[in-house]
């Protein structure tokens, strides 16, 4: 391991790769194709919606983002408080001046006002990142072959 020679410089490529990890859920959130229980469902890595946060039946975009009790917190920053500083942002309710159960998550996706909120919501939780949940999920799932039902 060169992990304490490289240290300033390990360093700084996690903080890159941070970012390009949290760019690269942004995008995979925004077209749908993220480590959501839905997607997941859809192409077979799991048997169920169910939140592996919360428990509730069906992890959808709009639960992880507006709903899911994991992350109320984030969400609050997300929705209603925004962000202070010199990298702030107002709360996407604020930017958008509806309340969030009338706002489409494909419409804050596209919204370019609402990115910095976005992105840092995606900072703070583990929303679209690769979970030992999903893992565990993935292997179970290799011992039955689906049924391909309804
Ligand atoms: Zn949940």
């Known amino acids: ?3 304490t020679e490289t240290r300033v410089v390990a360093d700084d490529s996690e903080v890159m790769e941070a970012k390009n990890t949290i760019a690269a859920r942004f995008y995979q959130l925004k077209s749908r194709h ?8 859809r192409i077979g890595k799991r048997r169920d919606m169910k939140c592996w946060w919360c428990g509730h039946e069906y992890q959808t975009r709009d639960h992880v983002f507006k709903w899911c ?5 984030e969400q609050k920053r997300l929705w209603v408080d925004g962000q202070e500083g010199e990298d702030g942002y107002e709360g996407v309710e604020k930017v958008l001046k509806k309340p969030k159960i009338s706002l489409p998550m494909s419409l804050i996706f596209a919204e370019e006002k609402c990115s910095q909120a976005l992105m840092d919501f995606l900072f703070h939780t583990d929303v679209g990142r690769i979970s030992r949940v999903v893992e565990e999920a993935e292997n179970s799932n290799h011992e039955e072959s689906s049924d391909g039902g309804v």
Do not use: D, N, V
Request: glycine residues 0%; aromatic residues 18%.
């Open 1 to 3: 391991m060169f992990l």
């Open 34 to 41: 993220a480590l959501i229980a839905k997607y997941l469902l």
């Open 69 to 73: 009790k994991r992350w109320k917190r």
